[in-house]
């Protein structure tokens, strides 16, 4: 369904309608564009139905990452292609509750997403530089195997975040609390879903 190397002609012009799309995933240091905009920007060419425009943070006032803003030019706005876009996304990992809607439209958003977040927070002075985080997130990898997709991590307030987006939080919990419960640096860690 993904393809690659494909160039927009130069000088077409289309007739596109304004679609705002929300997705409610923290970011750490990961690039939302590469992870979200520019593979979108892919599929909707290949299938025809338009391109991205924008993808923008939302933060909080306190800077923290809560989602993920894309604005769509969409050739084609009608709810099956809506719906369409909407499996492309969940392909991407989009987490359940983000939503695509038509600005100026009057219909309800349509509501989709496939995965639950996993926060492990663990005291930065056991992940105190860029070595250890790695080691963290290779050491959360190989536990999950395939039930997930990192999403980055984040420090603040002495402690320091990773976001983890599977389609069961459950299954992620139990997979990364039997590596690190008896791990000596990272058995401090604590696991939370994300709402």
């Not at 939302?32 to 299938?47: D, G, H, S, V, Y």
Request: aromatic share 6%.
């Amino acid at each position: 369904m993904f393809f690659r190397n494909l160039t927009p002609k130069q000088g077409v012009t289309l007739e596109v309608t304004l679609t705002e799309v929300h997705l409610p995933v923290k970011m750490g240091h990961r690039d939302a564009a590469k992870i979200f905009a520019e593979p979108l920007k892919a599929q909707l060419a290949a299938a025809g139905l338009g391109s991205v425009l924008d993808c923008r943070l939302r933060c909080r006032a306190s800077g923290d990452v809560i989602g993920v803003e894309l604005s769509l030019g969409l050739t084609d706005p009608s709810l099956s292609a809506q719906r369409t876009i909407a499996r492309m996304l969940e392909y991407l990992a989009a987490p359940c509750g983000s939503s695509i809607r038509i600005v100026d439209g009057v219909d309800d958003p349509v509501i989709f997403g496939v995965t639950e977040g996993l926060e492990l927070s663990i005291g930065s002075d056991n992940a105190p530089d860029a070595d250890a985080r790695r080691d963290l997130a290779m050491t959360c990898k190989s536990a999950m195997e395939h039930l997930g997709v990192s999403r980055g991590w984040v420090e603040k307030q002495g402690r320091t975040h990773f976001y983890f987006y599977g389609e069961s939080f459950v299954d992620m919990r139990q997979s990364l609390a039997r590596i690190l419960k008896d791990h000596p640096r990272y058995g401090h860690a604590t696991l939370r879903r994300m709402a």
